[in-house]
């Protein structure tokens, strides 16, 4: 089974999402970067991962099922992950994603920030593709309902809050992110069989 995961991040939140669901999808490939390195050094953008390689849009075709995570800006996902979806002309043409299982994941800077819009914008990019979008429902359980500490995620899938780049994911977000990694995989894996 080839799930790959794919993400970009500004800051580290997303990348901790996404190294406790390498467990259960092999691949991780970050998106192109788009903004200019002046802007990237005024945001006080980290340098990008360079252990992780840049996927391509042809590269999708090869993947089992798939992961995407993202920051969210103005209430959906951040343009270097809209322009990679952007480049995928060809394959839609085919639609050679078509039945592919995908999750989504994605980090907002506050609460009222975009948790769920975000979500359900990038919807959009996986039905105009066919991908059937495997959400988390209400299936991670009590996690789902906590309330004495600030948790980001929704029914759509595993969120945090970023705030200016260093708050950091919790622990109870860090568990639903490895959850919706296990759920998605099973899922894949079902529907290979």
Do not use: C, N
């Not at 999750?103 to 990038?122: K, M, R, V, Y």
């Not at 977000?173 to 290979?192: H, I, N, P, T």
Request: without cysteine; charged residues 20%; hydrophobic residues 40%.
């Amino acid at each position: 089974m080839d799930m790959s995961r794919l993400w970009h991040a500004k800051y580290s939140a997303v990348l901790m999402q996404l190294k406790v669901l390498k467990q259960h999808f092999g691949r991780m490939e970050q998106v192109p970067e788009t903004l200019p390195s002046i802007i990237l050094q005024k945001v006080k953008a980290p340098p990008k991962a360079d252990d992780v390689p840049e996927i391509r849009p042809e590269q999708l075709v090869e993947a089992d099922g798939f992961l995407f995570g993202f920051p969210s800006r103005f209430g959906v996902m951040a343009a270097q992950f809209k322009a990679f979806f952007d480049a995928t002309h060809e394959i839609w043409e085919k639609q050679a994603l078509a039945g592919k299982p995908a999750g989504i994941f994605w980090s907002t800077g506050f609460h009222g920030g975009g948790q769920e819009l975000t979500a359900l914008t990038a919807v959009t990019q996986l039905a105009h593709h066919g991908m059937i979008f495997v959400p988390l429902g209400y299936t991670f359980g009590s996690g789902m309902f906590e309330m004495s500490e600030v948790k980001g995620g929704s029914s759509y899938g595993s969120g945090t809050f970023a705030a200016d780049g260093s708050r950091q994911p919790t622990e109870i977000e860090l568990q639903q992110a490895f959850y919706q990694g296990k759920y998605v995989a099973q899922f894949a894996k079902k529907l290979k069989s």
